[in-house]
């Protein structure tokens, strides 16, 4: 004969076993040790020899055990039980406690309960905010009549269990999510003469960090590439999506500099990416010389393009791009922004303009209103701080929300550029030199000419001046009169003699007035200078 359950403590002494159930949830334990600390109480409560949670695995739609006393056999195999099937998938299918009076084949889908001799079973779901968050089962070896007082007492202690492990699960994923994001989104963004890069990103304050991500880079031809992207969704599945992404947008931009072409194979690549999700992206190029920003919209949000004369527009009235992985070939539109010194631009993520009670069109509208403080700020980073304020206008973020702020610095009066002696760095040198040689206004030819040789200079001292340690390189130029004079100097010491230097600097020689060169103990300077034609 079954027997009853045991009689239970008073009243008074119930509550303070309960109470303990409450303290140790809200302690700072992790998921894990508040668990196995919970369990232990849970068996005392009810007098039973097991006590088991199981966790849902929303994407297997699975009740996976993760912790158990009297029952750690479920937790070492990984037992996984899905959703409506056996026991637990029943508790967690209904969402109400499930009492089985006698355990045998079935009604139970785990062997391990049947193993272990596991006679009587009571379990209860774990709820937060009316979702499913897993389910506790604790069980006994003797036959036992679970009644409804031992229901409700489980399901109160499974309130503060799922309230507890809810907060800490929250917790652990916001961390892992923090972590993951930061090793996608850019540490610092590139030096690249000419302009001046500015980023922001603010994480939502509830559901929490999500999928938006913007990346520099600069590609083998001195183009600085540029990506504004949004993943739908929130937690470790956005963030482990935008990582995909942004690496696989980097291979295809590597491949391919035509922003429309890099975002076609993007595309194409979304299903062997395993991405089901909605995604947004803004990809463009700004060429070598800055002149101009090539981009395409793949359902995103339109750049704010912001020009010297203080007027301020979007680059973009076309949304007929959708985004990526939409399962069919689509032709992505290009646009092409001419650039001028003294231009700045604004890529971002719909977090900063959408509310709820308003359309998008009056968001742009409100960001363009608000984009004046960064318009070539003395500092933008506090210019873009005081437009994410007047935008938000007191309100916490109800989305993620990441910004890019690109500006085209005034016309350049010469180089004053210090770099690491890297062959990857003279790209930084070419660009230098074409934007100041053309602000000047000097011929194309002459141009080419004088880049060919200050291009020269500094990779024989990358080659020459320093051993696998490096070093640095310092390029100085500028125009007296009707005369260029650039000079690169560096702090090594050559490992050929200087007077022998090879093709480099007959080729120097060539395209140059004068080339002369000064050795010492503390380096080497080269300096070259170069008549300008009559203008």
Same mark, same amino acid.
């Given at each position: ?393 007191? &309100?916490?973020? *109800? #989305?993620?929300? =990441? +910004?890019?702020? !690109? ?8 180089? $004053? @550029? &210090?770099?690491? *002696? #890297?062959?990857? =760095? +003279?790209?930084? !040198? ?8 053309? $602000? @000047? ?95």
């Amino acid at each position: 004969m079954p027997s009853t359950s045991p009689q239970i403590a008073d009243p008074a002494e119930q509550l303070r076993r309960l109470l303990r159930v409450a303290d140790v949830a809200l302690a700072h334990l992790s998921p894990e040790d508040l668990l196995d600390e919970l369990l232990v109480r849970v068996r005392e409560i009810l007098d039973a020899d097991t006590a088991a949670v199981l966790l849902l695995d929303k994407q297997t739609s699975e009740l996976v055990a993760t912790a158990a006393k009297g029952l750690e056999e479920e937790v070492e195999q990984g037992v996984r039980i899905p959703l409506g099937k056996g026991f637990a998938g029943r508790v967690a299918a209904e969402r109400k406690p499930v009492v089985i009076g006698r355990v045998d084949h079935r009604n139970v889908l785990n062997p391990i309960l049947r193993e272990k001799g596991v006679s009587s079973l009571i379990g209860v779901p774990l709820l937060v905010r009316g979702q499913v968050l897993g389910v506790l089962h604790v069980g006994t070896l003797a036959p036992r009549t679970f009644t409804d007082a031992d229901a409700e007492l489980l399901q109160l202690v499974a309130e503060r269990v799922a309230l507890g492990l809810h907060v800490r699960l929250y917790e652990q994923e916001r961390r892992m999510t923090e972590t993951l994001q930061r090793t996608f989104l850019p540490e610092s963004l590139p030096e690249v003469p000419g302009l001046r890069l500015t980023s922001k990103y603010l994480p939502a304050t509830d559901p929490g960090i999500g999928g938006d991500w913007y990346d520099v880079f600069v590609l083998p031809s001195g183009a600085v590439a540029l990506a504004m992207g949004d993943v739908s969704g929130h937690g470790l599945r956005a963030a482990a999506v935008m990582g995909r992404i942004r690496n696989a947008l980097r291979a295809c931009a590597l491949e391919v500099e035509n922003p429309s072409e890099a975002v076609n194979r993007l595309d194409r690549l979304m299903e062997l990416l395993d991405v089901t999700d909605i995604v947004t992206l803004l990809f463009g190029v700004v060429d070598a010389e800055l002149s101009e920003f090539r981009f395409v919209s793949a359902g995103h949000v339109p750049p704010l393009i912001m020009k010297p004369d203080g007027q301020s527009s979007f680059a973009d009235d076309d949304w007929s791009n959708p985004p990526l992985g939409i399962g069919h070939v689509h032709p992505f539109r290009e646009h092409v922004v001419p650039l001028k010194a003294g231009t700045s631009f604004l890529l971002y993520t719909d977090g900063l303009v959408e509310r709820r009670d308003e359309s998008l069109s009056e968001g742009l509208e409100r960001l363009r209103g608000a984009s004046a403080p960064m318009r070539l700020s003395p500092n933008p980073a506090e210019a873009i701080e005081s437009t994410i304020r007047s935008l938000l206008d007191g &309100r916490e973020p *109800a #989305d993620d929300i =990441a +910004l890019l702020l !690109v500006d085209l610095e005034a016309e350049s009066a010469g180089i $004053d @550029l &210090r770099i690491a *002696a #890297d062959p990857a =760095a +003279l790209v930084t !040198v070419r660009r230098a030199s074409r934007r100041w040689l053309s $602000d @000047l206004g000097v011929p194309r030819r002459v141009s080419d000419d004088v880049i060919t040789a200050v291009g020269e200079a500094c990779a024989n001292a990358v080659e020459h001046a320093y051993g696998p340690m490096g070093g640095w390189l310092h390029v100085l130029a500028g125009c007296e009169g009707d005369t260029i004079r650039v000079t690169v100097s560096d702090g090594g010491r050559w490992r050929t003699r200087h007077s022998t230097r090879g093709r480099g600097s007959t080729l120097m020689r060539s395209v140059m007035d004068s080339v002369e060169i000064e050795t010492s103990d503390a380096g080497t300077t080269v300096t070259m200078q170069r008549r300008l034609p009559e203008r």
